[in-house]
């Protein structure tokens, strides 16, 4: 089992930026792949982002595309995700999670381990 702790979310204005971290310990985090996904209240858990266990490949919603950048350091056991531009729309919890493989990355039911979520808000 891999444990997750985002951190870095909070109050934005439009326009603005956040970046969000996730420190993994446990299981070798090198060894996963590491998404994001985020949810407002009522709504279900969307995905916003994935990076394979190198780091060489990333997956992006269209919804961020262009905006968000998703990042990893293995010697650190750290996930990133660089928030620029931000929206309203933006606002929720953000989740980082890691699972083995990478099809169908955008599937939430197909990570295992899951961080306690960070709370973004972007006031317009």
């Known amino acids: 089992q891999v444990q997750l702790v985002e951190s870095g979310g909070g109050l934005v204005q439009a326009g603005g930026s956040l970046r969000l971290s996730c420190a993994a310990s446990g299981r070798t985090f090198s060894m996963y792949t590491m998404g994001w996904f985020r949810q407002t209240p009522g709504k279900e858990r969307e995905f916003v982002a994935a990076?394979?266990?190198?780091?060489?490949?990333?997956y992006y919603a269209d919804s961020v595309k262009g905006r968000f950048t998703i990042s990893r350091d293995n010697a650190k056991n750290m996930g990133y995700l660089q928030m620029n531009s931000l929206i309203p729309e933006d606002t929720a919890v953000y989740y980082c999670?890691?699972?083995?493989?990478?099809?169908?990355?955008?599937?939430?039911?197909?990570?295992?381990?899951w961080g306690q979520g960070a709370q973004v808000t972007v006031s317009s």
């Open positions: 999670a890691v699972r083995r493989g990478e099809v169908d990355v955008k599937s939430e039911t197909l990570y295992r381990d």
């Open positions: 990076i394979s266990w190198s780091g060489g490949i990333t």
